[in-house]
């Protein structure tokens, strides 16, 4: 699987037909100068909560791709009224998809939808267990340290994908705290320093993280899983 950081919590997965985007925040990310309209060949998004810098370029993104997303109930049913192709999950639930499986976690945080119309509810936020072709990636999406991070030990994780920039989530410390729980082959660093309150040095998390390796990928940057 490859995997390719858009910045903030953005990733790419890609595995022969399989192309998708998780939070796809872009055009609105400060530190990013990607140009949303060269993303191509999306078959999937991947929405972790109705955030903002989460949510991002989603819309955009399904339209041009004509991609389904694939997030908890209530933001599906938000942009499913909008006309794009979704499909349903909940908490704790995994689904055998074409492409391989998905399961979602719990993520202790908010999820409301800032809209021109006002706020609409986002359901819980949530995580994502992604398993392509034998290999597996857990976005933590944006939650703070909880012990619910130990449950997912059992599914051996190949790459976490986790907040360390604090404020919104959590910081160094309880990221390192959350990889010892989950016991992945790979950690990679992600929501921190798109906003001045979520400032962090990956080298600190590199440095304090002794239960694997870490990753830390720049903006743009592919790697092969
Ligand atoms: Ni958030
Ligand atoms: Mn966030």
Request: proline residues 4%; charged residues 20%.
């Amino acid at each position: 699987m490859k995997i390719t950081y858009l910045g903030h919590s953005a990733f790419i997965l890609e595995d022969g037909d399989f192309k998708a985007v998780i939070d796809p925040f872009i055009s609105g990310n400060p530190m990013s100068n990607i140009n949303v309209d060269e993303i191509t060949g999306l078959t999937h998004i991947f929405v972790t909560h109705g955030h903002g810098d989460h949510l991002g370029d989603t819309i955009k993104l399904a339209k041009n791709n004509d991609a389904l997303i694939i997030s908890n109930a209530e933001i599906t049913n938000y942009l499913k009224s909008l006309g794009l192709r979704t499909h349903s999950m909940h908490i704790g639930g995994r689904y055998k998809f074409d492409f391989g499986t998905v399961k979602l976690t719990p993520a202790l945080h908010g999820s409301a939808i800032q809209t021109e119309e006002g706020t609409v509810y986002g359901g819980n936020p949530c995580g994502f267990v992604i398993e392509v072709n034998s290999k597996k990636v857990y976005h933590l999406g944006d939650t703070g340290l909880t012990m619910d991070m130990k449950l997912v030990e059992i599914e051996n994780i190949d790459a976490a994908l986790v907040p360390i920039g604090g404020n919104f989530t959590m910081d160094i410390d309880d990221a390192i705290r959350a990889i010892d729980f989950i016991k992945p082959k790979l950690a990679i660093p992600m929501h921190y320093d798109t906003f001045p309150v979520i400032k962090a040095d990956p080298k600190e998390f590199e440095k304090k993280n002794k239960t694997c390796k870490t990753l830390i990928m720049s903006i743009g940057e592919t790697f092969e899983l």
